[in-house]
Nanobody, 125 residues
Framework: QLQLVESGGGLVQPGGSLRLSCAASGFTLDYYAIGWFRQAPGKEREGVSC????????NYSDSVKGRFTISRDNAKNMVYLQMNSLKTEDTAVYYC??????????????????WGQGTQVTVSS
């Protein structure tokens, strides 16, 4: 069974940091571009970042550019999202997703056909 599993969410104060992890189960991540998406209560799903299969191409939404960093370790079958300078508006459920059809990445949800269950990130004082 192919699964993506997110971890690393939690409660953090504004200005703090968290690192989210996305682990692959039952398959190798090497052939998947990976994206991170988030959804806050009452809001539409928003693309956050993505990384190509090689790791050489990354993209970020304007709302997180300069604060978040995506990376991957194919040897460990893992993708990470380092989130710094967190703001209250970053509060959401964060999902990682896999796209096998396109080696390079775009933060477009329709390109992704394998999704994790999500991890909650709450930024609050």
């Amino acid at each position: 069974q192919l699964q993506l599993v997110e971890s690393g969410g939690g409660l953090v104060q504004p200005g703090g940091s968290l690192r989210l992890s996305c682990a692959a189960s039952g398959f190798t991540l090497d052939y998947y571009a990976i994206g991170w998406f988030r959804q806050a209560p009452g809001k539409e799903r928003e693309g956050v970042s993505c990384i190509s299969t090689s790791g050489l191409t990354t993209n970020y939404s304007d709302s997180v550019k300069g604060r978040f960093t995506i990376s991957r370790d194919n040897a460990k079958n893992m993708v990470y999202l380092q989130m710094n300078s967190l703001k209250t508006e970053d509060t959401a459920v964060y999902y990682c997703a896999g796209d096998r059809r396109h080696p390079k990445c775009k933060i477009v949800a329709e390109r992704y056909d394998l999704w994790g269950q999500g991890t909650q990130v709450t930024v609050s004082s």
